[in-house]
């Protein structure tokens, strides 16, 4: 398997504009997490999914941001509009939730730079 | 109260002895909880899984749990120069919500 697969690696926008993030999640798993990263806050769960439905969206910061499962094999993160403070990594992960909670396996990141 | 706490350092071991990583949780009712190593501008990768109070070994790392201390900790023996990177503690909520929280990680550096 390749792994969870995230695009695009780097990504640099100007405040205003809309940035999408995409993620493809390991095949079969049925857990995804959005989380993103900076060196102040450390690494922060914005939503997860299960079974393609949002489950907990606390972690959103504002309205800006919105994410979509269209499917088992496909998610998006949305920014609309970028400000220069949502410059972060923004890791996707995936897991195969049972009965016991299993580990989340990472993609390699996006590095959002709002400029 | 944060959900996972640990100690951000830096921690600073000699080459060649243990290094000692410690996490803390709220959720009394987590079952399982994961050791994810995260080296300098790359995605962090599990190491290490524990699920019953004790230890678990796999190579040169230790985890140990204490749910009645809510405690977990990481032992590293024989540290190399490799091991020099921040150390997430995970741990997944017992309800149905299934999140996993990560600790804001340690760094660790290991001199020659």
């Known amino acids: 398997d390749a792994g969870v697969i995230q695009s695009p690696r780097h990504e640099v926008t100007e405040m205003g504009q809309e940035v999408t993030l995409r993620c493809k999640p390991i095949s079969g798993h049925n857990s995804l997490f959005w989380y993103r990263q900076t060196m102040m806050r450390g690494l922060e769960l914005l939503i997860y999914f299960n079974n393609n439905v949002p489950i907990d969206d606390s972690g959103m910061p504002e309205d800006r941001f919105s994410a979509k499962m269209p499917n088992a094999s496909f998610s998006t993160l949305k920014i609309q509009p970028s400000e220069p403070r949502d410059s972060a990594v923004y890791f996707c992960?995936?897991?195969?939730?049972?009965?016991?909670?299993?580990?989340?396996?990472f993609g390699q990141g996006t590095r959002l730079t709002v400029v | 109260q944060k959900e996972v706490e640990q100690n951000s350092g830096p921690l600073s071991v000699p080459e060649g002895a243990i290094a000692s990583l410690n996490c803390t949780y709220s959720d009394r009712g987590s079952q399982s909880f994961f050791w994810y190593r995260q080296y300098s501008g790359k995605s962090p990768e599990l190491i290490m899984s524990?699920?019953?109070?004790g230890d678990k070994e796999d190579g040169r790392f230790t985890a140990q749990l204490n749910k009645a201390s809510q405690y977990v900790s990481l032992l590293i023996r024989d540290s190399q120069p490799s091991d020099s990177a921040t150390y997430l503690c995970a741990v997944p909520g017992y309800s149905s919500a299934s999140k996993i929280i990560f600790g804001s990680g340690t760094r660790l550096s290991i001199r020659p």
């Open positions: 992960a995936s897991s195969k939730k049972t009965t016991m909670n299993t580990e989340a396996f």
């Open positions: 524990i699920y019953s109070n």
